[in-house]
Structure formats: structure tokens, C-alpha cells
């Protein structure tokens, strides 16, 4: 059984405008360091760590296909001499 989650509609416009920012700015890295123990629930700082972390997961993501892709592009051919 699925449980209905409901959010406050302030809480997602502050996410997603530190979202936003954190797109804006090209965030590799949190603006503060240890924010979590500094603003452990501010909506906006929770926006960007999910900006952060997404963009962290994508370029994972696309290194691993590059990978994947070069070694199936080298199999069966030999060195070509």
C-alpha cells in the first residue's frame, strides 16, 4: 500500500529555487561546509545538495557508459599491424 506524501507547497518552492541556484551556479560542492549541522532542514540548502548529488550521479553515470562503450568497440579487432 502506498503512503500519500504530502508536501508544503513553501517547503518545494524554496527546494526547488535552491535547485535553481545550485544550476545557476554550477554547484560542484556545497557553498558551506558542514551545513548539515548548520542548516540541517532549510529547504533551499536541501535543494542544492540534491542538485549537487544528481550532477555527482550523472557524470558517474556517463563515465561508466563511456567505458562500456570503448570496451565494446575494442572486442574481436586486433592491433591492426
Do not use: W, Y
Not at 500500500?1 to 551556479?25: Q, Y
Amino acid at each position: 500500500m502506498e503512503e500519500d506524501i504530502k508536501v508544503d507547497e513553501a517547503f518545494k518552492k524554496s527546494f526547488n529555487l535552491g535547485c535553481r541556484v545550485a544550476a545557476e551556479l554550477n554547484l560542484k560542492v556545497p557553498l558551506l561546509h558542514n551545513q548539515e549541522k548548520i542548516i540541517p532542514e532549510n529547504p533551499m540548502h536541501l535543494g542544492m545538495q540534491q542538485f549537487i548529488e544528481e550532477t555527482k550521479l550523472s557524470k558517474t553515470n556517463r563515465q561508466q557508459n563511456s567505458v562500456e562503450k570503448n570496451e565494446k568497440g575494442r572486442k574481436g579487432k586486433g592491433l591492426g599491424l
